[in-house]
Every structure is written in C-alpha cells, then in structure tokens.
C-alpha cells in the first residue's frame, strides 16, 4: 500500500472512532440528561423548601433586632415604626433613623435590606397595612337589597353583572360603590385622595373587633370600602374625609356601616349634624319627600356582642356607627358623609393623680402579631418605644418597657410543590338520592338548604372556610358520598317543623333532632338531623367568617346539633347515661364490691344512703336545707313534703349545708323506693330495691349525684378532714368515661372526635368539629390575680355531684345522640356523615372498641368472672333505659306498644339561665312485625329554651311522632 493510501486509511479510521466516541457520548449524554430533567422534574413536583413567608420571618427578626422596625406604645395605642427609606433613595442610608437615633455605617445594611430587599418591601407594606388598620375610615351598604327581589331562580346579580347563589354574598360579588375625598388641608375647596390610599383590602378589618356588626337582620351588605386616611404632613392631623355615593333607594330600608367618627349627612344639599356620631329619628326634606335617619353609635362587648360605648361591658374603644335610611318613595338620590378617621386600637385605659393604667392589648394583621400586657402607673403623654422578639421555641421572652412581645405569625415551615395538583376541581355538582346538594358551580342548591345541609356543606366552594371549599375530588377515592338519606331528611325535618308550629309554647323556642345508624359496621352513619329556626341568608362573606370566629351560637353555621357554644348545651338527666357507664367501669376497675351492688340494687336504702352522704332534711330556701334525723335513724324517708337530700358544704368545711341536692320533686324520695313493684327491674324478687335500673326510670338526681360523689370525692377532700384541697385533682370516673365516648383528641387511647371527613386536616374542617362533652369539675381551680380561690359559693364537690345528673357539664344532641349507640353496640361508636368506603384510617382511630374496658391479662377463670359481673350490669342499664317509656319519666308518650318493648331511652331536663332545656335521647331495635323499621338507629332530641315542662312532656312526643312514621313508612 502507498504511503499516502496507508495516510488517507489511518485517517478515515481515526474520523470512524472519533465519530463512534462521539456518539457513544451523546447516548450518554443524551441518557444523562433525561434522568437529570426526569430527577430535576420529580424534585420539583415532590422536594420539600422553605417557604417565602419563612424568609420573611428570617428578615423580620434582623429588622427588628437592629432597631429598623420598632414598637410605639402610648395612651393612644400601639403602632409599629420603621425607618424611612427617603434617606438610602438619597445614598445615604447611615443617616436613616432607627429606634435609637441615626443608622451609622453599622446599621446602614439593616436600612438596605428594609428598602431595597423583597422582603423589606413585603414588610414594608404589611407595616402600612398595619397602621392603617390602626386609623381607618371604612365603609359598605346593602343597596343590594332593592334588586335581590328582582333576582331569577335564586341568584343575585353581582356588580359584574355575573349572577351568584342568593344564600350569601361572596367576597367580591358586590364591590363598594363609594368615592373617598378630602378637605384641602390649605383651606378652601376639596382634593381627591391619592388613589392607592383608597385601596386596602377589607381584610385590615379585625373579625374580632367588629365582629358586632354582623347581623343576621342584614343581608346583601357589600365588600367593604376600606381607606388609609389622609395625615397632613405638617399638622399631623386629619382633615375631614368625604364618603360620597349614588344610590337608588326605594320603600326597604337602606343599612350603612361606617367605621369612622361622623359629623354630618348631606342628601342632595340638604344636611344633618351628628352628635357624638349618632342621629336618633333624625329627617330631612327633600321635595316632598321625608327621609328618616337614624344612626347608632356601638361598640365590641366582652364577649363579641355589641354594646353602648358607655357600657361597663365594654372591651375595646373601638367604635362604629350603623345608619338606616329610609326613603318614602323610589328614586336616585346623591349622598355624602363627613367623617374622621376611627382609631381601631384603643382599649380602654384608666387614669389616676396623673398616671395612666394601660389595658392589655393584642392585635394581629395578615402576618405579624402583636400582644401588650397591661401596664400600670405610666406618666400620662408618656409613648413607650420597644418591642421585644416572640421566641418561637417556647422560651419567656423578657419585655422592655413597652411591655410588648413582636411576632411573625406561625406559619407552616415547609410547603410542597405538587405540580401534580395544580389544577384541583373542587366538588361538585352533587346529587344523593335523586336529590341536588351542590350545582354544578360547587353551590348549596336552595332544596338542600331547606334540608339544613349548609350546617356541614356551609353555602359551597366559594364559602371560604366551609368543608365544601376544603376538599377536592382529587382527594377523594371515589364520588363524594354523604351518610345522610335526603328522603328521610326531608320525612324528619318535617315532622320537626310541623310539631314546632303545633302551639305557642314552641314560638321562641329552638330544637335539634339526630338520628344515627346504631348497627354492625355503619353504626355511626349519620342517616338524618334537622334543626330550627333555619338559618338567615344572604349574609355577606365578611359577615359569615365574623360570626363564626367571635359569635358562632349567633351565625348560620351554628351546627349547635354538634358544636356546644353555651350553657344551651347543658344535656340534664339523659348525662345520667354516662354517669351509669361511669359506675360499671368504676367497679370493674377497682373490684369495688360495694357499690357493684349498690348499682345492682342489694343494698338497703338505708346502707345506700349513709354511703352516698344522703340525709333526711327540711328545706329552708331554695336548694338550701337543714339536717334532720328520723326518729328511728333511718337516712331516708319513703314518703313526706320534706324529703331527702344530699347537702353539700363549704369548701373551707362548714357545719350547716350550703347548697342542697334533690329529686325532680321534693316530695319524691330516692326512686324506687317505695315504688318497686313498677319498675320490673329484678323480677321474681321480692321487696323494696334501689338501684341503677330505678334511678334510670325514674331519674333520681340523689343516686346518680352521691354516686359521683362515691367514685370520686375523695379525691378532692383535704386531707386534714375539713373541708377541699384547691390543688389539682385527677380527672374523675365520669369526666374519663366522657373523654372516652366523645374526644377531642386524635391518637388511639383519645380517638378524634370529629365528623370524619376525608382530610382532617382540611382548611376549613373546624366548622364541622364536634364539641366533645366538658365537665365543669374537669378545670383547675380559678384564682384571682392575687392567687386566692374564685366562686367558693360553688365548689368542686358541688361540680362534681352536678355532673352526676348532668348540670355543670357540656353535652351536644350528637354527643348523646353518640352516647345512645354505644350502649345499643356494647362499643364505642364514632359519629359521621362520610360514607362507610370514604373514611380514613385516622378518623376511624379509637371507634369500635368496648365501651367498658376489659383488663389486660386476665386468666380464664378471672375472665370468666368479669363477663359475668359485666353482663349482670350492663342488664341493669338495658332494663332501665327500657322502663323509661314503659313506667317512668317518658310513660304514656310513646304510643306504640310494639315500639315501647323495643326502645331504650332516658330523659332530661337541664337548668339553663333562662328556663329549661327538654332531652330526650336512645336508640330503638327493630321492632319486627310489620314494621319498617329494619336497623338500630339511636336517636338525641333538645327543645330549648322553654318556660316549664321537660323531656318527657316535649321531646318524648317529637320522638314518638318520628318514630311513629318511620314505622310506617321508612323512605328508601
């Protein structure tokens, strides 16, 4: 071969291996690259980072620490200062002023980053939102109301001319309609206010501290118009600002809110003067036309609610002024209101020889968190610079002088970017049964907001906070699918209005009826409730959160079937049920031999009441007794006006009684005595008994509360023998049977009592929280600011002995109603209105385990024995929830003798403020025959408030009305 051919080869082998080489490294590349896009996609779909509020946490903590932003406190309130940022836009940001004089070279990064840094601009404007929330001029009204009539198949139209679900208002729906100017500060004439001064959203308005203005009586109220007044630079002070606005009034009255301190109202030139920012029936005239006005002046009371500024109730200084105009003819009218800026802060301060007493004070605005203890003999014109960091581990933060701590919100410190969910579709439309819950936008359809499904769907998914804006299909395995049967809903909450509508007694009065499946695997399934009065709609959004933050009982989300919101959710004698369950595990615990066969009924009534500390006695006043022996020594007395009681003393120890403890009826003695032939409780024996069974039939308060007092009292005994200890006690038999029932807590020896849902941890998921039961005894002894004991006119033994007959406790219609289908299962059942294949594994935690708990490592023989005990007693508790109906408290109401040998019930009457609360609570087995009733449902019932009368005279017959139907008839 020739040189050049050898060449020519050489190099076109040299080309082939660079070539293979290069393409070999691409495949590799090629491949290399894929798995890196693959693991860079994966990483951004799944990796766990910080979250930009983490980083403005970070920035918020050095700005502080160095002295750029800072506290003010004076008798005028809290606000936050900064340092100006005129002095770095001048390149000389050492010169800027911090909290203690200029920046300097050392600081001059702190004033950079505040200025120049995304998150000093973030923090920047939250400071001004802040403020601004501090000094606020707001307003909205509900002109709406004039063309909601003309609204077509239940929508209203929004200001976009879109139209929405008449139910409520949501955010955005109908936009102020206000233009905002201000007087020149110079003198003469009016100048408009820069316009992003007119443009802070409404969340700046605290839910807390306005709550007051939600009112039910108020719908179609519109977004609120929110202002950063103008503050003249020279003076400091703010000139008048104007409200002006076009409005098409006709015969409804016209509601204003205002935040602000008002001084005149000019309808069409024609003007009125405020006095102390109120009118009272004020008019002007126009053309003929009169307009009345009338303007009230509230402020927040110490619960939420509103009240006079002068009132001794009052929380906070905090004020605004509600208007109502009303126009006598229809027509478009030009309205303009003069008002000053409102400080939203203040909180009332006292003054003495020239010193001020400044409350405490807590105030929180999107992220930051502000909270001020109460601080004492401070010059008066004295403002107070600080502001000391919150530590987030839990530490004591020491306070400077302005008694302040500072904090970024708590936040959660992770997010994920799940790119996978980023599109999420809300639920919707729903349809159960035939019937539409939720159209197909994701809204509450009238139909079932008749049926009352807003108390756990709330209004749907724009309803921010409610579970229907919480979950999304993804979430779910499969359709969305509720417990509840929509025809028997609708059978239910008919027969509930109906026997609402029966008689005046029930005009004013409120109720709530639960059914729930009491059988096999579904036990729990909420198959139907109802409630009344229905709910008020066309709430606005702003009002809708308000209520349910400050003043839940008061809103639409009320649910008070299962939320307990006040002494309304006191369940009287049906608690007795719990007390009962209390005493079987009492005994079996502690081989208390004693009382197993006090429960049991072998003890004589004279043993039985020296032991539950139950005396013969003549009454004084009301409640209040003295001591007295029967001549022959007996503790009891079968028959006589003045019978037995159980007297309670003073804490400190007493001799005579304080407080005195009774049967329904003075004259009735401890049940069943005297009255054993009626209550087939041990039948074939023979003579007078007292037992659980008799005290379940006939509810005597004596038994259950010296029981209560048997179990636990000496627990809270001092030990010297006189009188209590104030010191902390353990939880007593009945409050750990409660806890066991119904708790709030979420691992497996305190299961979750909530309604399950398919994410617990949901946004929104606390509206749909079920109150878990609450016994007064249960909290630590209350100490004034001296350390010395609160209320020793009422004691714990006093609590305790309450909570024996269910006063001093919480109960809601689902916690008995609950109660009522763990005694029909023997198990304890979990309330829920998910169906059976959608529930969590974490929301099922704790269900279905025995009521009564069974000792661990026992041997056959033990075993053996502790069935048999058990069975004994647990019969004692069926017979008595069976003669209920038959021969006590609830005879002669329930019609149906194939139904009575079938239901287990107790009755109760609870002691409110103002009157009663009647109960009514069990469960009904199938009857069999011709019934059409097929499965165990347990049941609740609460009427309230009432001037006289009780479960068995009116819930008892609601009962029997609906059970009576079922029946018949159980829709399918």
Known sequence: MKPDSRSSSFRLLTSFIVLAILISGGVFLFFTLV???????????????????????????????????????????????????????????????????????????????????????????LIDVFNASNQLIAIRDNRAIFTASQAHNGKINCTDNSQFNALFVKEGCLKEEWEVSVSDVNGGGRESLPRHLQEINQSAISLNTFAFLADLDKPFMSDWSVTKPYVSQSTGEAPDHFLQTEVLLDNDPWFIDLIGEISEIDIEGKTIQAKNGAFDDASLKFNENVFVINAQKWCSGKRGQRVSCNSSELNSLQSATTLIIESPARGTFRIKITTQPSNVTLVPSSRTNGLETWNEHSQKIGR?????????????????????????NGAPTALDETGCKFAWSDIKKTQKLDNSNATKQKIGPLKQDGVEILDKDGVLTPTAFSLGFSDILGFGVHDA???????????????????????????????????????????????????????GDDAGDILAFASTPRPATGLSHWDLLALNSVMPEKGPFAAKAWRAHNIE??????????????GIQHVLDNNDRWLEKALLGKQSSNDLATKLGLSPVNWSDDNVCVLKRSRSGKRLRATGSNSNGLPLFHPRGSIKPIYCMKNYSRSTPLAGHAMFGKTMCRPGNSGKAIGMCEAIIHSSNLFFAGLALKMDGDGLRNPSGKGEHFGKAQLSSIAKMADRLFSSSGTQDNPAGILEVPDPEAEGVPRVQASKMWLA?????????QGNVKNLDRSRLFQMAQSGIGQSVRATPLNMASVAAS????????????AHDLRTAMAQSGSNEPVIRVPDNLDARSKADWNQRYHALWQQLRRGMNGV????????????????EHLYSKTGTATLVEGIGAWYVGFLEPPGGDSKINETIAFACRIYPLDDGGGGTDCAPLINQILTSLHKRWPR
């Open 35 to 125: 798995n890196v896009f693959g693991i860079n996609k994966e990483w951004h779909r799944k990796v766990i980072v910080p979250t930009a509020s983490k980083l403005g946490e970070n920035s918020f903590a050095r700005l502080l620490n160095e002295g750029a932003i800072w506290v003010e406190r004076s008798s005028r309130g809290v606000h936050i200062k900064r340092a100006s940022c005129n002095s770095y836009y001048n390149e000389v940001p050492q010169d800027a002023e911090l909290i203690d004089g200029p920046a300097g070279e050392s600081r001059a990064a702190a004033v950079r980053e505040l200025c120049q840094e995304a998150d000093g601009e973030r923090l920047r404007s």
């Open 368 to 392: 930051l968190r502000l909270s001020c203890s109460r601080k004492e003999n401070i010059p008066s014109g004295a403002i107070l610079k600080g502001g000391a960091l919150e530590q987030k």
């Open 465 to 519: 906070g409610s579970l229907s804006a919480a979950l999304v299909e993804e979430l779910l395995p499969k359709p969305l699918k509720l417990t509840i049967e929509p025809k028997l809903q609708v059978q239910v909450s008919s027969i509930l209005a109906k026997y609402m509508k029966s008689g005046t007694k029930y005009k004013n009065a409120n109720a709530d009826i639960i059914l729930l499946d009491a059988e």
């Open 569 to 582: 959710a006191t369940p009287g004698s049906t608690f007795k049920l719990v007390s009962s369950l209390a």
């Open 777 to 785: 005894v249960s909290n630590p002894v209350r100490r004034d600011e």
């Open 823 to 834: 005694i029909a299962t023997e198990r304890v059942v979990r309330p829920r209105f998910i």
């Open 885 to 900: 109906a038959k021969h006590g408290t609830a005879q002669g109401k329930i019609r149906s003798k194939q139904i009575r």
